[in-house]
């Protein structure tokens, strides 16, 4: 067997306690709040925010939810789901859940969320019981970060404890038993709602390491060959996305308007004028060739007869690009204003990715294209300033 050079061994190793020194770092201050570090939340944000909140909880818990409140942050990590079927299936009522959330409508969110949660973990496993009726040792995990000690396992205690007396005042925790069963009446608040959606994720990430706990059960008998492919698979991942984190770490944000030599050679303003003119043109196949990959792994063949429905309905006479804001090395908004054939006009904010072929977002050099990920007119209007 083959082992690292030693110099690729050091940079794993300094990776692997970084995340377990920020893994610490988080439970320390957030974990008596009962808030969880999932695979959805970047390093680097987490980072940012023990390093502003100087071991001050509640200024941590403010950033963290300040975070979330984001509609395009929370929309990414939403599709970072999608590759569970069983959570695809329940995307109709998280789109639901994410529009309460943003409209101010905590307790609906909420109520949502805790329901989505408990019919994800009843069809993922073969033993048929929601996240309410599963015990705290059943949500430890050995390969994700939810499985730390303080994390999915700790703050299920407060999730599944009971309340049977009712109770007015206040709770800033996500006590599902109570909430549900209505003895708890004062949730509806934008803390309780955003736990929601912290747990939400990290029982995602809870069903994923799962998953592969029972892949690695029923794997092939151990040999070197197979130890030495998968620690350098392994070990390239581990690579690869330290430096994807330390690009995200070290990016400015930075917005291009027209006039500008970098707004006219973005690659997505550029790609938003080809989208915009086949929309214009009833070119629905071409159209289709730009958005997300998942539309296309989803629908398959179907995927052009999938886009023309969504568009025929909302033909456009013409348009204007106005903005590119490059929040993310992998990610950006486009501002456009849309024609419409009644006359009326919408200025509209259009979510590009930077992904493979895996539809992973990738930002250069990794090989990857720029393709729409907020797709569908209906959802592009509905998010519209007039």
Excluded at 209 to 237: I, V
Aim: net charge neutral; hydrophobic share 40%; charged share 25%.
């Amino acid at each position: 067997m083959r082992f690292l050079p030693s110099a690729r061994a050091k940079a794993i190793k300094q990776q692997m306690l970084r995340l377990q020194h920020q893994v610490d770092a988080f439970y320390d201050l957030l974990s008596e709040k009962n808030w969880i570090l999932h695979d959805h939340l970047s390093l680097t944000v987490v980072e940012a925010i023990l390093a502003e909140a100087h071991q001050d909880a509640d200024r941590a818990e403010a950033m963290l939810i300040d975070h979330y409140h984001d509609r395009d942050r929370l929309s990414f990590m939403i599709r970072l789901m999608r590759k569970l079927p069983a959570m695809r299936r329940r995307l109709a009522l998280i789109d639901k859940a994410q529009e309460d959330y943003f409209a101010g409508r905590y307790y609906a969110c909420v109520h949502v969320l805790l329901s989505v949660m408990d019919g994800f973990v009843n069809e993922v496993e073969s033993v048929r019981r929601g996240l309410h009726a599963r015990e705290a040792k059943d949500l430890h995990t050995w390969d994700s970060v939810v499985g730390h000690h303080r994390g999915l396992a700790h703050a299920h205690k407060t999730f599944a404890k009971g309340c049977s007396a009712t109770q007015e005042e206040p709770v800033h925790e996500l006590y599902r038993n109570g909430i549900v069963h209505g003895s708890i009446l004062n949730y509806d608040n934008i803390i309780v709602a955003t736990k929601a959606w912290n747990r939400l994720f990290a029982v995602a990430d809870w069903a994923s390491a799962r998953e592969k706990e029972q892949q690695h059960s029923t794997a092939e008998p151990f040999s070197w060959s197979a130890l030495a492919g998968q620690f350098k698979d392994a070990a390239a991942s581990v690579v690869e996305q330290g430096k994807i984190k330390d690009i995200e770490k070290q990016w400015t944000p930075r917005e291009h308007l027209p006039g500008s030599a970098d707004f006219a050679g973005h690659p997505a303003r550029e790609r938003t004028e080809s989208l915009l003119t086949w929309w214009r043109d009833g070119n629905y196949g071409s159209l289709s060739d730009l958005i997300t990959q998942e539309v296309h792994t989803k629908h398959g063949k179907a995927v052009r007869s999938k886009v023309r429905r969504a568009y025929q309905d909302h033909p456009l006479t013409t348009f204007d690009i106005l903005a590119v804001r490059h929040d993310m090395p992998a990610a950006c908004t486009v501002t456009a204003r849309l024609h419409r054939v009644d006359s009326s006009q919408t200025t509209v904010s259009m979510r590009w990715i930077r992904e493979d072929e895996q539809a992973q977002p990738k930002p250069e050099p990794w090989p990857g294209e720029w393709r729409l990920w907020t797709w569908e007119p209906l959802h592009l209007f509905a998010r519209a300033s007039d």
